[in-house]
Nanobody, 114 residues
Framework: QVQLVESGGGLVQPGGSLRLSCAAS????????MSWYRKAPGKERELVAN????????TYADSVKGRFTISRDNNKNTVFLQMNSLKPEDTAIYYC???????WGQGTQVAVSS
């Protein structure tokens, strides 16, 4: 079945960086667009970034443009989210999502605090 497993979250100081990974299995990853979402306490779930299946074309939320980069390795069935210049307001649980199968990962916690 479709499975998405995130990793790479943690506690980081403001201005720091983290790289999230999402390992996918159970479906044709190289034919599927992928997304990263986040959910902060007391806030609605937010779409962070999308990446197309093969072209690598990507889109970003205004709040992360210029700081976050989504990428993918279709040979390893993995999508990444490189997060730089992190801010306290980036604190959230980050989820990997495939819209093609409406499937979510379990999430990975990112906390930005001094």
């Amino acid at each position: 079945q479709v499975q998405l497993v995130e990793s790479g979250g943690g506690l980081v100081q403001p201005g720091g960086s983290l790289r999230l990974s999402c390992a996918a299995s159970g479906f044709a990853f190289n034919r599927s667009a992928m997304s990263w979402y986040r959910k902060a306490p007391g806030k609605e779930r937010e779409l962070v970034a999308n990446i197309a299946s093969t072209s690598g074309s990507s889109t970003y939320a205004d709040s992360v443009k210029g700081r976050f980069t989504i990428s993918r390795d279709n040979n390893k069935n993995t999508v990444f989210l490189q997060m730089n210049s992190l801010k306290p307001e980036d604190t959230a649980i980050y989820y990997c999502y495939t819209p093609r199968f409406n499937a979510w990962g379990q999430g990975t916690q990112v906390a930005v605090s001094s």
